[in-house]
């Protein structure tokens, strides 16, 4: 059997950093091939240059048996391949129909076109309706788009960049039994993902990358998943430790949080109520979009709400700003690294100062003092382990995890009494991600009260006290952590959406 | 008041003429816009279209191939934006701002020689006499070519939008470019081709202020039009359709207002003059408090850079 | 621009090169007296002894003494000008009608000058007469303030289309109430310089340092130390590189508007006041002369920084005393100088891609 793409010696370089360093492997026709590894580890470069986005340096790529070269999108779907992106690739203002059209190479007119997307939709149970707006549908939804956007196309070869992260557990079973059906089918997949169970669940073959080099080849299958994280990883990690302590007082409470969203296509919050005590972690889940951002602007400060809507240490906070519930120790780190905490043209010490002035007294008659700064910053960088040149680089220099792990750690420098995070480790690698729990339960065991937003629910597990989703602007009732089965976490997170079973 | 001495049909059929230089623009900019792309050299490019419209009028003698001129001198004009944003990743408002500041200045450069020329007119169609109907006739039938190119361009902009796909492909650029990119359009190349529109339309108008209108040059001579046009941009909501029904409320508070003055009401003819601007003004503000709706229609990639980074 | 056979490339720098930061005008300016000589010799004139004219003469020629004067005189309005439109572009805040808030200012300023007439009081009436120029300047900028902030209404197209009405009023203004009642029906108002309590003149004979310029220096130290030290000042910063930063470091967008948007205007304002009362001398319809316009092109020449402001704003005033030089001597065209100063925005803007990209000829040799 000759291999469906076989992949010879890929190597591109970026200035600074090499992607990918002779990359080789081969998917078989009707297989589900994993490509595993960490972020940053040159899995999404890789499946561009497949897909035509990027041009390799050096290596060659054959599919279907003869030489592939492609030089644009439109070349590698001529040629059969289809991908489904991580950061979708949709368009809010446009609607379905529109959406699918713009990933075809020759779309059949519009009318055509929409009974074709039911048909294909019913015939996956995947339901959708043609004529809404993107911007209208939930981010299970807008996956369901660009997958039917790849069907519609009948590939030979589906590319899929992390498909589960926007998912529900209940949604991830769906998706695997489309994902079944179209291999049954004949149909390729690569299957892109740093979760080691679904990787276990899915796939035939996995190759795993570290550092932008193939370390192995492994069958998910008979592998532990023990093996495939030390391949992944390439060292033992720590596993986050929580520390016994007692519980405190209640320190923030939300009372009846209703928020309308700032944004176009956003969710509104929708009567959020709930406590957190001294010493406590609270891990709210929940698929992206359903209000996670709204939630940390509410907490921080950033959005607005009535008074009585949340409560901190006694005292209705709810009409006050960032700087004003910093002053009384209630913090908050954004999920967006670049542009929300931190500016990405600034240097580390003035980033430092973004958040640190109040607390970490830089600001003296409004004057700021800069080497106080510097010296937060330095502080920051040294207990954090952040790699950098020094202060006075650009917070965009520096990776994503050591940038993260500056955020985070400007927030716990200061020593809140309560700390809402948004996505602490999100696109970090796995022993930065590690450090930074690590630190979010040691603030805990010192008697803050501590607020994890996540969309990861692994993370979620490791580190709660107890748990809570986010669904739709809704937040179900907290509940203890440990104990709690995957089945009843998917369900809090609002099942399947109205979701069926793939018709088999 | 006695509006007597304004006479309706003739009122309807010049302002269908005043509006015509700023709906050029507008519709113009609408298709730039739509692409993601915030050109604020608008006022430039009319000014620059008015021109070389003129200049290429007087030296040919022909109306016809002076709106040529005119479309190709400001398209010129609309690559170097081009160039400056797309290519070398400038900050569009400055180099819009940019845009406006030059053509200004070389406009008054290239039309130094011309200034008190007159150009041959061009005639208005007139449709084998339907213009004698009344009415119907001085509004409908006996206008100049461009007034009516100026309503086609309005129904070609709506049809390519809505319903051909590169029509498609610059809204989705527009909307979010990255997407776009991943796809595999070409974001550069279709903002290229929407500068480029828009700054023929935008240099059309002008020559049809040099050319019809006036008809001679004189510095300065678009008066702020091109902002206006960018404003009903924004009235418009990003729709062809409401630009057209913008440019001539504009137009007709022009014509109005110019009819007032010359009937000799007891209004500061200065406080007459500023209406257009102070409507515009009063306009926005209308269409932008409507709860954000404004904004939310304007396309997601408005004014922002792209850069493929790989 | 990653695929197919591509002549440039651009690669994100790590970090804003510094050198470039401060090299991109100095180039800018070098290749807009190429580009812009190649213009003049296109119009018919020496290049050469048009750039020798513009950037030379006035400064080491024979005539220097009475150009250098004027080159203060010119740069004050516009860096006092540029200087708060600088605090505005940093922050994201588009006041591009600094025209119209001269104007205004100016009318003000004149206006109360005008009402004390004859009274001699200097000291009561000219400063009334600054407070006045900046007031108005502030209110007439305040309008597209107040109209973003509550109805969310573009900056750039209000701020821009109130210069169209500030003209309007000016033009009233010097037919109407500020007209000279003693002017024999001509347009205009009074003249300031010959009322001893409201001119504006020389501080220092020959050197063109009147009070504008005095004020323009200060602006110039204020904007340095808000920028640099000030609490405000960062907050300008955030909100400009990036809004949602600023609003989770606890920036209030309003107040920054008001607060951006107030202090260009009051700025502009006082220019007007400046320039009405001393080297213009009177309200008249064309009074203004689009230093507010050219004081875009400065801020940007100046990096946005007061320093470098300072020094574009010196240039383009030479820019305008050469322009005006080389009409008289060598005949060239008053609208080139205005062709001349939008070329130099150009080349700003495209060699600013430096300072953030790295520039590669030529497509990677595949190895």
Same mark, same amino acid.
Request: proline fraction near 5%.
């Given at each position: ?15 600074g950093?090499?992607?990918?360093d ?26 561009? =240059? ?18 592939f ?5 439109? *070349? ?56 809404? /707006? ?6 299970g ?18 590319? =899929? ?12 079973d ?10 049954? +089918? ?15 669940? &899915? ?12 370390v ?15 391949? =992944?990883?390439?060292? *033992? ?14 320190? /923030?409470?939300?009372?009846? /949080? ?11 919050l ?23 951002? *709204?939630?940390?602007?509410a ?48 240097s580390?010490? +003035? ?15 409004? /004057? ?39 955020v ?12 809402v ?18 630190? &979010? &339960? ?8 501590? &607020? ?6 692994? +993370? ?39 979701? +069926?079973?793939?018709?088999? | ?39 604020l050299?608008?006022?430039?490019m ?5 021109v ?23 398209? @010129? ?11 070398f ?38 449709f ?12 409908v ?28 492909? @610059? ?22 081709a ?35 046009? @960018? ?19 504009? $137009? ?11 009937? $000799? ?46 | ?23 991109t ?22 290049p ?44 994201? !805040? ?8 001269? !104007? ?9 000058a ?7 009081? #200097? ?55 500020? #007209? ?91 220019a ?36 470098? !402001? ?9 820019t ?23 070329m ?19 497509? #990677?040799?595949?190895?």
């Open positions: 059997m000759t291999a469906l793409l076989d992949v010879r010696g890929l190597t591109k370089a970026y200035p950093v090499v992607a990918n002779d990359v080789s492997f081969s998917i078989d026709p009707g297989t589900v091939h994993a490509l595993l590894g960490e972020n940053g580890a040159g899995k999404s470069t890789l499946v561009k =240059m497949v897909y035509g986005l990027v041009r390799p340096d050096t290596g060659s790529m054959q599919f279907s048996g003869a030489e070269a492609p030089g644009s999108p439109q *070349e590698a779907r001529a040629a059969g391949i289809a991908m489904v992106f991580q950061h979708f690739s949709l368009f809010e203002a446009l609607d379905v129909a529109e959406n699918v059209a713009l990933g075809m190479e020759n779309p059949p007119p519009m009318r055509k076109l929409a009974q074709q997307i039911r048909e294909v939709s019913e015939t996956y149970g995947l339901p959708l309706n043609p004529d809404r /707006l993107v911007g209208d549908l939930s981010a939804e807008r996956q369901r788009v660009e997958i039917i956007r790849c069907l519609l196309q009948d590939p030979k070869l589906l590319i =899929m960049d992390e498909p589960t992260s926007v998912l529900t557990p209940q949604e991830v769906i998706l695997f039994q489309t994902l079944r059906k179209l291999q049954s +089918e004949g149909t390729s997949i690569l299957y892109i993902s740093h979760k080691l169970e679904e990787i276990r669940a &899915l796939c035939d073959d996995a190759t795993i990358l570290r550092l932008g080099k193939v192995g080849t492994a069958d998910p299958r008979t592998s532990s998943a023990h093996e495939l994280a030390a391949m =992944m990883v390439g060292e *033992e990690l720590k596993v986050p430790k929580a520390r016994d302590h007692a519980l405190g007082d209640v320190t /923030l409470r939300l009372d009846g /949080l209703s928020v309308a969203s700032p944004g176009a296509f956003g969710t509104s929708k009567d959020i109520s709930f406590e957190l005590r001294e010493g406590e972690v609270l891990g709210i889940g929940g698929v992206a979009g359903n209000g996670q951002d *709204e939630l940390l602007g907490l921080s400060g950033e959005i607005p709400v009535a008074p009585g809507a949340v409560t901190f240490k006694g005292e209705a906070i709810g009409h006050l700003g960032p700087v004003a519930r910093r002053r009384r120790g209630l913090l908050a780190a954004p999920e967006e690294r670049l542009g929300h905490a931190a500016a990405p043209n600034m580390l010490s +003035e980033n430092a100062a973004l958040s640190g002035w109040l607390r970490q007294g830089m600001v003296r008659s409004n /004057l700021i003092d800069w080497r106080k700064a510097r010296s937060f910053a330095s502080e920051v960088i040294a207990s954090f382990d952040v790699r950098t040149p020094g202060t006075e680089v650009p917070a965009r220099a520096l990776s994503g995890g050591n940038l993260q792990k500056f985070i750690g400007r927030e716990i420098l200061q020593a809140p009494d309560a700390l995070v948004n996505q602490p480790t999100w696109g970090v690698d796995a022993s930065a991600a590690a450090a930074i729990r690590q630190a &979010l &339960l040691d603030l805990a065991a010192g008697g803050a009260a501590v &607020l994890v937003i996540s969309q990861d629910l692994d +993370e979620l597990m490791e580190i709660s006290t107890r748990f809570a989703a986010l669904n739709e602007g809704r937040l179900s009732a907290p509940r203890p952590a440990a104990g709690l089965t995957v089945e009843a976490i998917g369900l809090m997170m609002g099942g399947a959406h109205g979701m +069926e079973v793939a018709h088999a | 008041m006695d509006f007597g001495s304004i006479n309706p049909v003739l009122l309807i059929a010049s302002l269908m003429v005043a509006s015509t230089p700023i709906l050029l623009a507008a519709i113009g900019e609408l298709v730039v816009e739509r692409s993601g792309v915030l050109n050299g608008v006022e430039g009319m000014i620059v279209g008015a070389t419209g003129f200049i290429a009028t007087v030296e040919t003698g022909s109306p016809a191939l002076g709106f040529l001129g005119a479309a190709l001198g400001a398209t @010129l004009l609309a690559l170097v934006f081009g160039v400056l944003t797309q290519i990743l400038s900050n569009q408002v400055a180099t819009g701002l940019g845009l406006t500041l030059f053509g200004l200045g070389i406009s008054a450069l290239m039309g130094q020689q011309y200034a008190q020329l007159r150009t041959p007119s061009s005639p208005r169609w007139e084998f006499g339907l213009n004698e109907v009344p009415v119907l006739g001085p509004i039938f006996n206008q100049h070519p461009v007034v009516y190119l100026s309503l086609i361009l309005v129904v070609a902009v709506w049809w390519f939008l809505r319903t051909t796909r590169p029509g498609m492909i @610059l809204r989705a650029v527009g909307e979010n470019h990255e997407a776009a990119h991943a796809l595999g359009y070409s974001v550069i190349g279709t903002r290229f929407a500068i480029a529109f828009g700054g023929a339309c935008a240099g059309l108008g002008g020559a049809f202020l040099s050319l019809v209108i006036v008809p001679q040059w004189t510095d300065g001579m678009t008066a702020g039009r091109g902002w206006i046009a @960018l404003a009903i941009v924004v009235f418009a909501s990003w729709r062809a359709w409401r630009v057209l029904l913008g440019a001539y409320l504009f $137009g007709g508070i022009s014509v109005l207002q110019l009819n007032l003055q010359a009937a $000799g009401f007891a209004i500061p003819v200065e406080l007459l003059s500023m209406s257009p601007y102070l409507i515009t003004i009063l306009v926005l503000v209308i269409i932008s408090s409507g709860r954000g709706r404004a904004s939310g229609q304007a396309p997601a990639s408005l004014g922002r850079t792209f850069h493929a980074s790989g | 621009m990653q695929r197919g056979p591509i002549l440039i490339r651009l690669e994100k720098r790590a970090a804003p090169s510094r050198v470039w930061a401060w090299a005008p100095l180039v800018a300016v070098l290749m807009t007296m190429v580009a812009g000589g190649m213009l003049f010799a296109f119009l018919g004139t020496d050469v002894a048009a750039i020798r004219t513009i950037f030379w003469d006035p400064l080491f020629g024979e005539f220097a003494f009475f150009y250098r004067g004027q080159l203060l005189i010119k740069a004050g309005p516009l860096i006092l000008i540029a200087v708060g439109l600088a605090l505005g572009f940093k922050a994201g !805040i588009w006041n591009i009608g600094a025209e119209g808030q001269y !104007i205004i200012g100016a009318i003000c300023g004149a206006a109360v005008l009402a004390f007439y004859p009274l001699e009081a #200097r000291w009561l009436i000219f400063p009334l007469m600054v407070i006045a120029g900046a007031l108005g300047g502030f209110l007439w900028a305040m309008i597209p303030g107040v109209l973003r902030t509550r109805f969310n209404t573009n900056e750039i197209l209000v701020s821009l289309l109130l210069v169209y009405v500030a003209e309007q009023i000016l033009a009233w203004m010097a037919l109407g109430p500020l #007209r000279n009642p003693e002017g024999a029906g001509f347009p205009g108002s009074r003249n300031l310089r010959q009322y001893e309590s409201a001119a504006n003149n020389e501080l220092i004979a020959g050197t063109g340092m009147h009070w504008g310029v005095v004020a323009a220096f200060i602006a110039v130290i204020f904007a340095y130390v808000l920028l640099s030290r000030h609490l405000t000042g960062f907050h300008i910063r955030v909100a400009g590189e990036s809004p949602r930063a600023a609003r989770f470091a606890g920036v209030n967008p309003t107040r920054l508007i008001l607060f951006c948007l107030g202090v260009s205007g009051a700025l502009a304002g006082l007007g006041l400046f320039e009405v009362a001393g080297p213009s001398g009177q309200i008249s319809i064309d009074f203004n002369v689009g230093y507010g316009f050219t004081a875009i092109i400065v801020a940007f020449l100046g990096r946005l920084h007061p320093i470098g !402001i300072l020094l574009a704003g010196l240039l383009m005033a030479l305008y005393i050469g322009g005006e030089a080389a009409q008289a001597t060598l005949g060239l065209p008053a609208a080139a100088i205005q062709a001349f100063q939008g130099l925005l150009f080349f700003l803007l495209a060699f600013d891609v430096s300072t953030n990209f790295r520039v590669r000829f030529g497509a #990677r040799a595949p190895a």
